[in-house]
């Protein structure tokens, strides 16, 4: 049996997993086995093949029940097989590219190995150029960015740390890009303009006084791009990409409702104006590391957990200090150090807000998520 370890833990591509790899055929067999052995990942086989092959291997009854099984388990799937079978096995199991696994597909020559599914954010192309390159075959792609040589903007906002506030304003501008057409670019910061210099061209920069009037000759009618992690009047067929730099620090009371969490730090970022997208971390004290609103709140918002120990928030100084917090559990701040802390910055965008059981704070940064990386308390 192949190790637990290699379930989704592998090194993939995209550095997000390794797949599991089936065949179902003595001829499908051999190169199976290559590409197992080459991606670290595990192999699915019918018994009457896994009894063929010294490589570990894991038996399944039939492709359509593992791929049931094993869907979300595993950020990708190669298999062996006809592209048609394999369409018709995983049909039921789509729900969206936002969370769909890769899905690649070979022959059992390796000739030709087809991105079937989630090309661009599962890594599913990248995936098909991988497997191409160990059984010396070729990668067959379809998405139009790819054809067209332009840049798929899921896949720089994803390695660039930015979150995309509406996955419906998409299509529009990968189409667009795919026609050869040009969408002009707001982002005053810089966050995405170095990824997009190979293609300038394609991305006229807008300034702040184009950008936000009704129509402007850079910023004609269509599709356009924007990278804030301010809610402001957006064009109407802009795609919004947030980037992540916002820590939000999070003092409660003990047992609160994570409804009552959520509802509060919906209604800041709505006061404020800013997008939710752009939490990068949730930081909060070593006290509270185990609340479960708290462990919800950020998983929700997708972003890592900052946990700082009392000697540590006992050496920030906040624009709010509490007695009460002092005299409860020690420290004058919880939510303005924590939040200060996780973006290592002594400012604060959003001073201590209050609610009936919760505290919170903002802090920004100046360096997306992907720089960040999570922090736990050090020893």
Same mark, same amino acid.
């Given at each position: ?31 199976? #086995? ?16 896994? /009894? ?7 038996? #399944? ?31 039921? *199991?789509?729900? %969206? ?8 597909? *070979? ?7 087809? %991105? ?10 990248? /995936? ?41 304003? *998409? ?34 920069? /807008? ?118 917090? /002092? ?12 939040? #200060? ?28 998520? %992907? ?9």
């Amino acid at each position: 049996m192949a190790e637990s370890r290699s379930r989704g833990d592998g090194g993939s591509p995209d550095g997000r997993g390794a797949p599991a790899v089936y065949a179902l055929t003595d001829p499908g067999l051999k190169i199976a #086995m290559k590409i197992a052995s080459a991606l670290k990942a595990d192999l699915f086989l019918p018994s009457r093949l896994s /009894l063929k092959t010294p490589s570990p291997s894991l038996t #399944m009854e039939s492709l359509g029940k593992a791929l049931r099984e094993n869907f979300k388990k595993y950020r990708g799937h190669v298999v062996v097989a006809a592209a048609g079978l394999v369409v018709r096995e995983i049909a039921p *199991l789509l729900e %969206s590219k936002r969370s769909d696994p890769a899905v690649v597909v *070979l022959g059992q020559d390796g000739a030709f190995v087809v %991105s079937l599914l989630s090309g661009h954010l599962g890594g599913g192309n990248d /995936l098909a150029r991988r497997v191409a390159e160990i059984t010396g075959g070729r990668a067959v792609v379809s998405t139009a960015t790819d054809i067209a040589g332009v840049p798929a903007l899921e896949v720089l906002a994803r390695d660039r740390g930015l979150g995309i506030l509406d996955f419906k304003k *998409l299509p529009a501008v990968s189409r667009t890009l795919a026609e050869g057409g040009r969408v002009p670019l707001y982002d005053p910061e810089g966050f995405l303009a170095e990824a997009l210099e190979p293609w300038e061209e394609l991305f006229p920069r /807008l300034r702040d006084d184009e950008a936000f009037a009704e129509e402007t000759p850079r910023r004609p009618r269509g599709p356009s791009l924007y990278v804030d992690y301010r809610l402001r009047s957006f064009p109407k067929e802009a795609l919004v990409l947030a980037p992540k730099v916002l820590a939000l620090g999070v003092g409660c009371h003990r047992g609160i409702e994570f409804s009552a969490l959520w509802s509060f730090v919906g209604e800041v970022f709505s006061r404020e104006k800013l997008a939710l997208e752009a939490v990068a971390l949730v930081a909060t004290a070593e006290i509270r590391q185990e609340e479960p609103a708290i462990l919800e709140l950020a998983r929700e918002l997708g972003g890592a957990l900052a946990i700082f120990k009392k000697s540590e928030l006992a050496e920030i100084k906040p624009p709010n200090p509490s007695e009460t917090v /002092l005299r409860r559990i020690g420290v004058p701040s919880v939510c303005e150090a924590a939040a #200060m802390l996780a973006a290592r910055t002594d400012r604060l965008l959003v001073p201590k807000q209050k609610s009936a059981s919760a505290t919170l704070a903002l802090a920004k940064t100046n360096s997306t998520s %992907s720089a960040w990386g999570p922090r736990a308390p050090r020893a």
